[in-house]
């Protein structure tokens, strides 16, 4: 077996350096965050660089876990994230099915008006009047039905179905499958990938937005968890520590980077059991069409 010369590992080694300090530049700010909110008053007030809590404590976690409105921010996040992915898988399925089949007419037509739908825009205002017109205000439908259809996540899907031999449909049709058949028993079971891949990119969206809270939302119980945090972070909006009088109040800024890992925690969790059907799926859809 023949060895590199000495210009290569040269190169191979600035390249593991490059990528290390990327690396770490990425991964500092949660390590920042994570020993900020584990640290003691004194250390979280410091300022300069963190990399290991210094004088532990819980406390800041568990005056955040004792704020009603985290549990309730939770709670409307949990069923955006959940209805609202499957919603927009149900949508999208339905959309890009027939979109993908060439006896269909008019597809151009519409896959046209999709592409129209991610150029142009109606505005906030227009957005405000529909959502009033449709009794959807200070409701926690207003989170998911919006949301139900995205154009770049039907194209995706279309690409992807595309993608899938013809011989597999038409010997389905010669079995006498019909259409919702042959989408259920054979379309889906292949498109696990960009199921996953289009269910992932919907599950952090809605855990990440806070916008449509803002705009169409004042019951503070209908919440999202991003709009408590927001509250927090920006406004300082807690309600008095809980603390025991012979204990130290944590610091403010403790208290905001536990609702950051708070708030971060259900993506923290989900995304490496579906980083793989993640990968796949993206190279999918973006490759062939």
């Given at each position: ?131 009033k017109e449709l009794h959807l205000l200070n ?151």
């Amino acid at each position: 077996m023949r060895t590199g010369n000495w210009q290569d590992k040269l190169t191979v080694s600035l390249i593991y350096i490059v990528l290390g300090v990327l690396a770490i530049i990425v991964v500092y700010p949660f390590i920042h965050v994570f020993s900020v909110s584990l640290s003691g008053r004194g250390e979280a007030l410091r300022n300069g660089f963190h990399w290991i809590p210094r004088q532990p404590t819980f406390v800041p976690y568990r005056e955040l876990l004792t704020y009603p409105f985290i549990w309730t921010g939770y709670g409307n996040t949990l069923f955006r994230m959940v209805v609202g992915t499957l919603l927009t898988l149900i949508v999208t399925i339905c959309a890009a099915y027939p979109l993908s089949r060439r006896e269909f007419p008019w597809k151009r037509v519409l896959v046209m008006l999709l592409l129209f739908t991610m150029i142009f825009d109606g505005g906030i205002v227009p957005n405000y009047l529909l959502m009033k017109e449709l009794h959807l205000l200070n409701t926690r439908w207003v989170y998911v039905l919006p949301q139900a259809a995205n154009a770049f996540q039907v194209l995706v899907m279309i690409s992807f179905f595309r993608s899938v031999p013809d011989a597999l449909i038409e010997a389905a049709r010669i079995d006498g499958a019909r259409d919702l058949r042959i989408l259920t028993r054979i379309i889906l079971p292949l498109s696990m990938p960009v199921l996953v891949t289009i269910g992932l990119w919907s599950l952090v969206y809605h855990i990440n937005a806070f916008m449509d809270n803002l705009l169409y939302v004042t019951d503070q119980t209908k919440f999202v968890l991003q709009q408590i945090v927001r509250q927090i972070l920006i406004e300082n909006r807690l309600d008095p520590f809980t603390t025991a009088v012979n204990e130290v109040p944590p610091a403010p800024e403790s208290l905001k980077m536990a609702a950051v890992i708070v708030s971060a925690f259900p993506v923290l969790v989900l995304y490496p059991f579906l980083l793989r059907y993640f990968e796949k799926g993206t190279m999918i859809g973006s490759v062939k069409g």
